[in-house]
């Protein structure tokens, strides 16, 4: 009887090192899904807080100021934390037309509500993805827009 020659190779550690690999792109992932999750419920409060605003914009005798603090108020209901600082900026343009058919058109308003986005966990990998050292380096300029046709 002969032996064989080859002895079996201890596979001891290789789960830990295959996990050592995986964790950090699994961890990744997921804080991804988190941070895009976080970004798109800003968009959506953006959204609804522009067509908020272009609620109030249509109806007679109501000015800008009036407009421009429903828009601050439904932004901080929403809880977005600069919903009153000065980087958010409300553009209303009441002077826009919108088709209403057969060739018609009516006057309308338009809120503009652009919010710089910041992420929290993913910005120092964007800083490294991009090469940027400056704190604003991951801002995402969000905008929404809503027009409605002037009440009169």
Same mark, same amino acid.
């Given at each position: 009887m002969?032996r064989?020659?080859r002895r079996?190779?201890s596979?001891?550690?290789?789960a %830990?090192?295959?996990?050592?690999?995986?964790?950090?792109l699994?961890?990744?992932?997921?804080v991804?899904?988190?941070?895009?999750?976080?970004?798109?419920?800003t968009w959506?409060? %953006?959204?609804? !807080? !522009?067509?908020?605003?272009a609620? *109030? !914009?249509?109806?007679?005798?109501?000015?800008?100021?009036a407009?421009r603090t429903?828009v601050?108020? +439904?932004?901080?209901?929403?809880?977005?934390p600069?919903?009153?600082d000065?980087v958010?900026t *409300?553009d209303?343009?009441? @002077?826009? =037309?919108?088709? *209403?058919?057969?060739g018609n @058109?009516?006057s309308a308003s338009?809120v503009?509500?652009? +919010?710089?986005f910041?992420?929290v966990?993913l910005?120092? *990998?964007?800083?490294?993805? =991009?090469?940027? @050292?400056?704190?604003?380096s991951?801002?995402?300029?969000m905008? !929404?827009s809503?027009?409605?046709?002037?009440e009169?």
């Amino acid at each position: 009887m002969s032996r064989p020659s080859r002895r079996r190779h201890s596979e001891r550690g290789a789960a %830990l090192l295959e996990m050592a690999f995986a964790l950090p792109l699994l961890l990744l992932v997921c804080v991804g899904i988190l941070e895009f999750g976080r970004a798109y419920q800003t968009w959506q409060v %953006l959204t609804n !807080a !522009a067509r908020e605003g272009a609620r *109030i !914009a249509v109806l007679p005798g109501m000015d800008d100021t009036a407009v421009r603090t429903r828009v601050r108020e +439904y932004m901080a209901i929403g809880q977005l934390p600069k919903a009153n600082d000065a980087v958010v900026t *409300i553009d209303i343009d009441r @002077t826009r =037309t919108v088709s *209403i058919g057969s060739g018609n @058109t009516a006057s309308a308003s338009r809120v503009n509500v652009n +919010y710089p986005f910041d992420f929290v966990v993913l910005d120092p *990998i964007a800083r490294l993805a =991009t090469g940027r @050292t400056t704190a604003n380096s991951s801002t995402l300029n969000m905008v !929404a827009s809503a027009t409605m046709r002037n009440e009169s």
